[in-house]
C-alpha cells in the first residue's frame, strides 16, 4: 500500500525559506523514483523535482533550480524539499508523489509567500 504525508508547509514572507518534508512507504521494488509538484486553485499540477530513490540523481525545472533542492533519506523513508528564496508565485498547495506527478499523492502541505 502507497502512503504519502507531507509537512513543512506555512506561510513566510518573500525571500524566505521553509523545508518540506514527505514521509513515503511505498514498494521499493516498484518504486524507481520520488517526486515534488505543487498545485495552485484553479491550476494544474507543476511538477517541481524528482530524485531517484538509487543513486540519488535529481532533477529540476527551470524557474526552481538554484532555488529548490530535493534530497531523500532511505532509512527514514522520508523526501525532503528546501525551499530557499521564496516568490509569491511560489504560492501554492505542495505535494510529494510517487514516481510522478501523476502517480499516488499525499494530501498536500500549503506554502503562501507574502
Known amino acids: 500500500q502507497v502512503q504519502l504525508v507531507e509537512s513543512g508547509g506555512g506561510s513566510v514572507q518573500d525571500g524566505g525559506s521553509l523545508r518540506l518534508s514527505c514521509a513515503f512507504s511505498v514498494d521499493r521494488h516498484k518504486t524507481n523514483c520520488v517526486a515534488w509538484f505543487r498545485q495552485r486553485p484553479g491550476q494544474e499540477r507543476e511538477g517541481l523535482a524528482v530524485i531517484d530513490l538509487g543513486g540519488g540523481a535529481e532533477t529540476y525545472i527551470d524557474s526552481v533550480k538554484g532555488r529548490f533542492t530535493i534530497s531523500r533519506d532511505n532509512a527514514k523513508n522520508r523526501l525532503y524539499l528546501q525551499l530557499n528564496s521564496l516568490k509569491t508565485e511560489d504560492t501554492a498547495m505542495y505535494y510529494c508523489?510517487?514516481?510522478?506527478?501523476?502517480?499516488?499523492r499525499g494530501q498536500g502541505t500549503q506554502v503562501t509567500v507574502s
Open positions: 508523489a510517487k514516481d510522478n506527478v501523476s502517480g499516488p
